[in-house]
Nanobody, 124 residues
Framework: VQLQASGGGLVQAGGSLRLSCAASARSFSSYTLGWFRQAPGKEREFVAAIRWSGGTVYYGDSVKGRFAISRDIAKNTVYLQMNSLKPEDTAAYYC??????????????????WGQGTLVTVSS
């Protein structure tokens, strides 16, 4: 499985960005696709995840109500729409894929595949 993240950039506080993660695999039916972020000097943080089959979504507390994760099954792509961005959202954002549907979506160690990061910088 290969994951290609894109869409990062520089935005002012209050602005929006949409990240994309293009995924390649034979079948994603049992997968969970997630987004994590890591700011300099901080631990990796769960942002959002979506079950490929059924579309159940999960969010980290710090982004609830501002971010939305979605998927396009035909394009094998997961999106992270980020609204009302804050300077504390500045981080490298990574997409990841978990093969095991029963595992906790919140823990990065449960994910089997990772894409390269895309940098999001929010200026105040």
């Amino acid at each position: 499985v290969q994951l290609q993240a894109s869409g990062g950039g520089l935005v002012q506080a209050g602005g929006s960005l949409r990240l994309s993660c293009a995924a390649s695999a034979r079948s994603f039916s049992s997968y969970t696709l997630g987004w994590f972020r890591q700011a300099p000097g901080k631990e990796r943080e769960f942002v959002a995840a979506i079950r490929w089959s059924g579309g159940t979504v999960y969010y980290g507390d710090s982004v609830k109500g501002r971010f939305a994760i979605s998927r396009d099954i035909a394009k094998n792509t997961v999106y992270l729409q980020m609204n009302s961005l804050k300077p504390e959202d500045t981080a490298a954002y990574y997409c990841a894929a978990d093969r095991v549907i029963a595992s906790s979506v919140y823990r990065g160690v449960n994910y089997d595949y990772w894409g390269q990061g895309t940098l999001v910088t929010v200026s105040s």
